[in-house]
């Protein structure tokens, strides 16, 4: 059984456990209530969430109902050994940095104070470096430290 099948499977469960028909499911539209619970569609996130919203259940226990299904661990196992994770992911402080690590960044990660950092790549170039080796070690894409040189010489 895929991981979609599966979810189709708990979302049609769970929406006739609560009584409810597909049109009752109206954050999502029509076809894309039909493909999801076909398990013809591979769900977004949002579309989980506004279902999971709908059901009146969280979010986390879909995916946790569906992902048990898909594996055949039944969900209460499943759920034990999230709980011992969750508690591993605490003591290593990596719930912490996750709730207070600031904006997501999109593309490559900016190196902090680039402009300071390029500054020292001529004098890593007169040292017989590559521009690929500057890049390394400033930080920054090879295709700026290029740019940078050349607009520094020119």
Do not use: C, W
Request: charged residues 25%.
């Amino acid at each position: 059984m895929s991981l979609s099948e599966a979810l189709a499977a708990v979302v049609r469960a769970l929406r006739q456990s609560s009584n409810m028909t597909q049109d009752d499911l109206t954050l999502i539209g029509r076809s894309q209530r039909n493909r999801v619970e076909r398990g013809k569609a591979n769900a977004t996130m949002e579309t989980i969430s506004k279902i999971a919203e709908m059901l009146h259940v969280d979010f986390a226990l879909i995916i946790l109902l569906a992902n048990s299904l898909q594996s055949g661990e039944p969900a209460d196992v499943a759920l034990q050994r999230i709980s011992t994770k969750l508690d591993s992911l605490k003591r290593e402080g990596a719930l912490e940095r996750i709730i207070y690590e600031p904006e997501p960044r999109t593309g490559r990660p900016v190196a902090r104070d680039a402009q300071k950092a390029l500054e020292r790549a001529p004098l890593l170039k007169q040292s017989g470096m590559s521009n690929s080796e500057i890049a390394q070690q400033l930080g920054v894409s090879k295709s700026t430290v290029q740019r940078y040189l050349t607009k520094i010489s020119g």
